[in-house]
């Protein structure tokens, strides 16, 4: 026969000197338990009442644990923990990754493609971080990244080609049957190049359109490619993009292609994650469909 368990504290009473214990601040205990700062004051003093004894020195701002808090905060978290690790063994959530991609990656390429692996992976939660900002894997919590360049990377991290860059140029139908098709008339007259940070269209006109002087189109700059794709699609101009980025658009008949040329810049996108990763069985499932999803719209 199992002995019963001794009389315990209210648990409300623990977890507000827990969450007091770390942060040594009633004030941000309050916020992480979603109480008041009273409310954690006074579980903390009927606490300290029952117990008999003081867990904390008080000082004008700041708190302090005492010899006896400091033990007893350690046993109250690793009973909190053993809690948190039942209930979950009862019922498991899912693992959350961090993807870190840039901002056009996601929304031209990842978005679309992301139903068929979370039907594939119901165990992972993905969380997508989409940012131009270089990850630091360990501070942002990030998993693995996606990333626009060239080699060579920092050490430590383990990389691999996703696919290269290739450029091509398109314009929505309307463009075209506005201002004509640039190749068919060797003139730019008329029509708008939609820049994304790349900038890539003097090398690109270069190969295509070798006798075009520049100067006859408008300009319009964007920082991001999707949002140059984006105005293409709404007829403001002609774009140059990843061909990965636009296959969506060029199927459905909202953007054409103008040129057989294409420029390959010598950069591309890289899977990028440490060495020493955290979830390294669920990342390398990650790893394998990002490979696969690649290969197959080659």
């Known amino acids: 026969m199992t002995e019963p368990i001794g009389r315990l504290p209210s648990l409300n009473a623990l977890r507000a000197f827990e969450a007091a214990s770390r942060h040594l601040n009633f004030r941000l205990a309050a916020e992480e338990l979603g109480v008041t700062q009273g409310a954690v004051a006074q579980q903390v003093r009927g606490l300290e009442a029952e117990l008999g004894m003081k867990l904390f020195e008080r000082h004008p701002r700041a708190l302090s644990l005492t010899d006896n808090g400091r033990r007893y905060a350690g046993g109250v978290r690793r009973a909190f923990e053993m809690l948190a690790e039942a209930t979950q063994t009862l019922r498991p959530e899912p693992l959350r990754l961090t993807i870190s991609v840039t901002p056009t990656f996601a929304s031209k390429w990842l978005i679309p493609r992301l139903p068929a692996f979370l039907e594939a992976h119901p165990d992972i939660d993905l969380r997508i971080l989409a940012t131009d900002r270089l990850s630091q894997f360990h501070a942002d919590a990030v998993d693995l990244a996606v990333r626009y360049g060239r080699p060579p990377w920092g050490s430590g991290l383990i990389v691999e080609p996703l696919f290269d860059e290739v450029q091509i140029a398109v314009a929505s139908p309307s463009a075209i049957a506005s201002a004509g098709h640039p190749g068919e008339t060797a003139s730019l007259q008329g029509h708008a190049l939609l820049h994304d940070a790349h900038n890539a269209w003097s090398q ?95």
């Not at 199927?251 to 390294?280: M, S």
């Not at 490979?291 to 719209?297: E, G, V, Y």
Request: charged residues 20%; hydrophobic residues 50%; positive net charge.
């Open 204 to 298: 690109f006109l270069e190969l295509a359109l070798p006798n075009v002087t520049l100067s006859t189109a408008k300009n319009v700059r964007f920082n991001q490619t999707a949002l140059a794709i984006d105005a293409a699609v709404a007829g403001q101009g002609l774009a140059l993009a990843h061909r990965d980025f636009v296959a969506t658009d060029l199927a459905a008949g909202r953007l054409v292609r103008l040129f057989d040329t294409e420029l390959r810049t010598g950069a591309g996108f890289f899977i990028v994650y440490p060495r020493r990763a955290r979830h390294a069985a669920q990342i390398a499932n990650v790893h394998e469909w990002l490979l696969r999803q690649a290969t197959a719209t080659r």
